[in-house]
Each structure stands twice: as C-alpha cells, then as structure tokens.
C-alpha cells in the first residue's frame, strides 16, 4: 500500500538513467513545495508457466527485489548529492506500474517520471505510462525531458501552457500560474487556432471566414479566460500568444526554450481542441523540456 505520506512528489523508478535524472529533477520540485520525495518501484512476476530452464517464480520476485531495492539506493545516492537535506522516503511494489501509480497518486502532489525506461518486466513503458495516469491518475503527472534524451531538464526558462479556452483547461492554467510563481519566472500562454475553412469538409463547401476577426475573436476570449488568474497573481508578468496552426507544433517551438510546458489531458475537441490527448502524447514523445500533463477536477462536469 502507499505510504501514508501524503502530498508528497512520487518518482517512478526503472533503473534507467533517465529516471535517475527525474529524480534529481523531481527533488528540486520537493524542495520548492516543501514537500517529501517519495521514490518507487514497481516490477510485476509473469503469471504463465515457466520453462524448466526458466527460475521459478519465487526465484524471479527475490531477483526483482533485489534489483529493485538496488535501483532505489541508486536513486536516492543521486537525490542526496544535491539535496541532503530532503526528506526521501522509497518503495518497492509488485503490481502493474500504471495500477501502481494511479494508486500512488490518490495522495500525491506530483508525480514524477523519467523520458525513456527500461522496458521489459519492470520497465514504465513511459509513454503509455504517462498517458495512462493522464487519463486516470488524481494528480498532475511530469516526464521530466531535457534538450537531448540524455540531458539534464533544463532549470532556465519560461511556464509554458496551452489552453483552448475550454473550462478543463483552466485545471492547466491554475498548475502552469502556480509553478511560475513557484519558480521566480514568467509565464507564456498560448492558443491556437485553426481556421475552420482548412478542414477538408469545410472547404468542400466554399464557406468563406475572416482570418484576423478569428484571431481578434479567439484573443478577446484568452484575456477573459485570464482575468482571474491574473488577479490572483497580479506580480507575475504573463505573455499570451495567439496564433494560427497547430497546437503541437507551436508548443514544441516554445518548448524549445522552456524549462517546463503545461497541457490538460483533454480538452474540448473539433477544429481548435488544444488538450487532446493526440497533443499531450506528442509533446511527451518529442518536447525539448519536461512536459505537465494536468487532468481536470474530478468534480462536476469535469468528472464525466
């Protein structure tokens, strides 16, 4: 069961070098929410009928402990280099890592994973990972990316976050507000549009739109969708940005010199849906810097 540590930053831990870098990563995020780190493991048995020349199943749980509890002192050596001073707390659990995870993250602030694992058995399988807690999880989930896939996540830059003017994507908007502040940056927010003559049922109509009443339209809705959040923030200078395209591309662009980049897990679809999930597993297949992905409150509407 998970510890009974609550709003701590969760780490899933594969042994890789990528998730030794999202625990560095994610320690600085304790840190900065004053918060515990928890670091975990998860591995699962194969439940089928091993070959004679196969280690039974018994055999194959000791490695995996053993393995597991080594991967986590490998990870928590990392974690106390730079910050000796962190509460860590690590588990290790036999379970499915998305099971796992979700569990984890019923009572966790954030949770925390490396851009590539390991594969295999006890491998995160990151991206279906993270897009599976997106989708289920009860906290904001990060796949801490550097500029290559071996670097470090960069610690310079912009909050980056994309909204599509949605009500869900105020879940987006509320993180990306708070770890700029958190952080002593700025914030950059963005929408997207596309204009609706450039889907091919659209235009099979000849319909005829203006592009500049759009784009006036879709910025006269961002600076309402802002008021609030601005107010409650009014020290922090926020950059909005409206463009035409698509969203992936633009965000990937100004991911490029971010040090995070906030999306929801969904958002309202159709021609200008900027929260897809399409979008957030884009962004965490190729952005140059971690990547928020926020699921909505699990309360009204929104838990539909």
């Not at 091919?200 to 759009?214: C, G, K, N, Q, Y």
Request: proline content about 5%; hydrophobic content about 45%; overall charge negative.
């Amino acid at each position: 069961m998970p510890s009974a540590t609550e709003d701590a930053v969760v780490v899933g831990i594969d042994g890789s070098g990528s998730a030794k870098r999202a625990a560095v990563w994610a320690a600085a995020e304790a840190v900065k929410r004053g918060k515990r780190l928890r670091l975990v493991h998860v591995y699962a048995v194969p439940q089928v009928r091993l070959p004679a020349v196969v280690p039974s199943a018994e055999a194959l749980r000791s490695g995996f402990e053993a393995q597991g509890a080594r991967w986590l002192a490998e990870a928590c050596d990392a974690v106390a280099e730079g910050y000796p001073d962190l509460i860590v707390e690590s588990a290790a659990r036999e379970w499915a890592p998305v099971a796992a995870l979700i569990q984890e993250s019923l009572t966790a602030t954030l949770i925390v994973l490396g851009s590539r694992g390991l594969g295999g058995f006890t491998g995160l399988l990151v991206g279906s990972t993270a897009v599976a807690l997106a989708q289920h999880g009860h906290c904001p989930i990060v796949v801490a990316r550097g500029r290559r896939p071996d670097d470090i996540p960069p610690e310079v830059g912009s909050v980056v976050v994309g909204t599509d003017g949605s009500e869900s994507s105020d879940a987006a908007l509320a993180f990306a507000f708070d770890e700029a502040s958190l952080r002593g940056t700025d914030l950059i927010v963005v929408r997207v549009w596309n204009e609706v003559t450039d889907h091919e049922s659209a235009r099979a109509h000849a319909l005829t739109v203006d592009p500049d009443a759009i784009e006036s339209a879709e910025r006269q809705a961002l600076d309402e969708q802002l008021v609030p959040w601005r107010a409650k923030y009014p020290d922090l200078y926020v950059e909005t940005v409206v463009a035409r395209g698509r969203p992936v591309r633009a965000l990937l662009g100004f991911g490029e010199r971010a040090q995070l980049l906030v999306v929801g897990s969904r958002g309202r679809g159709g021609f200008q849906g900027m929260l897809l999930g399409s979008t957030s597993q884009a962004l965490v297949a190729h952005s140059e810097c971690p990547v928020a992905v926020v699921r909505p409150t699990l309360t009204g509407q929104e838990s539909k």
